[in-house]
């Protein structure tokens, strides 16, 4: 937290936008890089429902200090209308994570959920080419995931979300893209998968219910998490009981970071991530 001390009427300014905010770990993981790399910027948390996010975004087009701003929990399929354009991945999966301000209030979309976790997979010595993944979730987190894992080459997804017809929405979007992929809508059995992931918000308040059917986990399975706090879930704790190897969410956080920061560049300097 070192630039909240030295910050000056240069600082660049960041935020992120979610609701609830509590549970946010992505200011510490930025300011720290900010920090680290002795750059004049800083991060804020934004607590904003989804009545006031047209509002919000409207002002802060004219924030002049302002560079860009993340978009998490429930923003992020919102956010795509209220940016002046999006990036290819953004418009495929649908939602976008990331906003960069250029200089003249335009707002332009990006999503790395996916990239991220793909990346934090990798980080963790799990190559997803060639698995069968079972993945709970249809939201924007969810959606993005699906993406990233079809592009990295897995050889099925089996997709289960609470409402059906998001599933089924989102297995029929992937289907153009990725025809090789099996894809399918499941049930909250997790069995016969290689890689389990919870791509849902289940887990980040103490009373959710879990996301999948966990007496049905073996001990062959990775399961990984999206929920960064708390970091064992009762989903992970769980699946640990069961003998699977778990992964939580940090990686994709921390994965996401450099990238996040990448995206927020200026205009002139910024890198369009696309994964697909
Ligand atoms: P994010 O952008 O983080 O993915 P989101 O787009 O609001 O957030 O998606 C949240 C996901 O968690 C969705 O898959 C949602 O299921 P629905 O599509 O049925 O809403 C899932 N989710 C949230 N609360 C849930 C609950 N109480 N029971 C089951 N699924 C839930």
Redesign the pocket.
Same mark, same amino acid.
């Given at each position: 937290m070192e630039n909240q001390n030295t910050i000056s009427g240069n600082t660049r300014v960041y935020a992120i936008i979610a609701d609830p905010i509590h549970h946010v770990q992505t200011p510490a993981a930025m300011n720290r890089l900010f920090t680290e790399r002795g750059e004049d910027r800083v991060m804020v948390p934004f607590h904003v429902s989804a009545e006031g996010l047209p509002g919000v975004v409207a002002g802060l087009r004219a924030i002049q200090s302002l560079d860009g701003f993340i978009v +998490?929990? *429930?923003h =992020?399929?919102a956010i795509v209308e209220l940016c002046d354009s999006v990036s290819d991945a953004a418009q495929l999966v649908g !939602?976008v994570n990331v906003v960069r301000r250029n200089a003249d209030g335009s707002l332009h979309g990006d999503i790395l959920d996916g990239a991220g976790f793909v990346a934090g997979l990798r980080q963790r010595g799990v190559e997803p080419a060639g698995l069968s993944v079972y993945l709970a /979730? !249809? /939201? /924007? !987190? !969810?959606k993005a995931i699906a993406f990233a894992l079809a592009a990295a080459g897995v050889s099925k997804i089996t997709l289960f979300?609470? +409402?059906t017809h =998001?599933a089924e929405a989102l297995v029929q979007r992937l289907a153009t893209v990725f025809p090789a992929v099996q894809l399918c809508v499941g049930s909250e059995d997790p069995s016969g998968h290689d890689l389990v992931v919870n /791509? +849902?918000?289940?887990g980040l308040c103490v009373d959710?219910?879990l *996301?999948l059917n966990v007496a049905l986990l073996t001990s062959s399975q990775i399961v990984a998490e999206i929920i960064m706090q708390p970091a064992i879930t009762p989903l992970l704790a769980a699946a640990t009981e069961k003998g699977c190897r778990v992964l939580d969410g940090m990686p994709m956080l921390l994965c996401q970071i450099e990238l996040m920061a990448a995206a927020m560049a200026t205009e002139k300097n910024g890198q369009n991530h696309e994964y697909i």
């Open positions: +998490t929990v *429930p =992020k399929s !939602a /979730g !249809a /939201g /924007g !987190a !969810a979300n609470r +409402t =998001k /791509g +849902t918000s289940l959710d219910m *996301p």
